[in-house]
C-alpha cells in the first residue's frame, strides 16, 4: 500500500529564516507533485518532479527529488508571511492510477 | 490546459438526508477522476477514483458512494449523511502528467 508522508506536520517560523519540508513515501512512483493550499482554498500546483535528481526553483521555494531514497524535499529559503499555508506533497503511480498525498505541512511565518 | 467544475461550493445538509456532489471536466477526454475530502485541519483523503465510464476504485469503507455516468462526469452520493461525513470534498483529474482541481465543496452535516 502507497503511503506518503510528510514531516514535519506544522512548522513555525521567523521571517527570513530556512527550512526545510520533507516528503517520505513506501513505493516506486512515476512523479512527485508539491501542492499548496491556502485555508479554505482548493491547491495550486508548485512543482512536479519527474526524475531521480530532478531540481527545480520558483522563488523561494525549491523542490527536490530521490527516488532511490523515496525522498522529496521542499526547501524554503528567507521566508516571508507570504508563504503561510499548508503544502501537500502528492504521488502518483501509473500501476493502480492512486494519486496518494502527504499529510501536509501547515507553514506560519512570522513577521 | 483542463477546468474542472465542481458545484455547490458550501453546502448545509442535517443528518440523514442524500448528498450528490457533481464534478465535470472539460479540456481532454478519458481523464482518470478522483474525490478526496479533507477534514478540518486535515489531510486529503482520496476516497475514489476511476479510470473509465462506470469504473470505481473505493480506497475507504465509508457511508458515500460514486459514479461515472459519462467520460467527463463524476458524481459522489450518499443515501444518508452522517455527522463525521462533514468536510472539504475536492474533486481531481489527472491527465497522466499533472492533476487539475476543483474549487472544492464545504459541506456541513447539521
Known amino acids: 500500500e502507497l503511503k506518503v508522508e510528510q514531516n514535519p506536520l506544522f512548522l513555525s517560523m521567523q521571517e527570513g529564516k530556512n527550512y526545510t519540508i520533507y516528503c517520505n513515501y513506501s513505493?516506486?512512483?512515476?512523479?512527485l507533485y508539491w501542492y499548496r493550499q491556502d485555508p479554505g482554498k482548493s491547491l495550486e500546483s508548485l512543482f512536479v518532479?519527474?526524475?531521480?535528481?530532478a531540481v527545480k526553483q520558483e522563488g523561494r521555494l525549491m523542490a527536490s527529488l530521490d527516488t532511490k531514497a523515496r525522498l522529496s524535499t521542499l526547501h524554503i529559503t528567507a521566508a516571508v508571511h507570504d508563504l503561510s499555508a499548508t503544502y501537500f506533497c502528492?504521488?502518483?503511480?501509473?500501476?493502480?492510477?492512486?494519486?496518494?498525498f502527504g499529510t501536509g505541512t501547515r507553514l506560519k511565518v512570522l513577521a | 490546459s483542463q477546468t474542472i467544475h465542481q458545484w455547490p461550493a458550501t453546502l448545509v445538509q442535517p443528518v440523514g438526508s442524500p448528498l450528490s456532489l457533481e464534478c465535470t471536466v472539460e479540456?481532454?477526454?478519458?481523464?482518470?477522476l478522483y474525490w478526496y475530502r479533507q477534514a478540518a485541519g486535515r489531510g486529503l483523503q482520496l476516497l475514489f477514483y476511476?479510470?473509465?465510464?462506470?469504473?470505481i476504485s473505493s480506497e475507504v469503507p465509508q457511508n458515500l458512494s460514486a459514479s461515472r455516468p459519462q467520460d467527463r462526469q463524476f458524481i459522489l452520493s450518499s443515501k444518508k449523511l452522517l455527522l463525521s461525513d462533514s468536510g472539504f470534498y475536492l474533486c481531481?483529474?489527472?491527465?497522466?502528467?499533472?492533476?487539475?482541481f476543483g474549487q472544492g465543496t464545504r459541506l456541513t452535516v447539521v
Open positions: 502528492a504521488v502518483h503511480t501509473s500501476g493502480t492510477y492512486k494519486y496518494i
Open positions: 513505493t516506486t512512483s512515476d512523479r
Open positions: 518532479l519527474l526524475s531521480n535528481g
Open positions: 479540456g481532454t477526454s478519458n481523464p482518470n
Open positions: 476511476s479510470v473509465g465510464i462506470g469504473q
Open positions: 481531481a483529474s489527472f491527465n497522466g502528467a499533472e492533476a487539475f
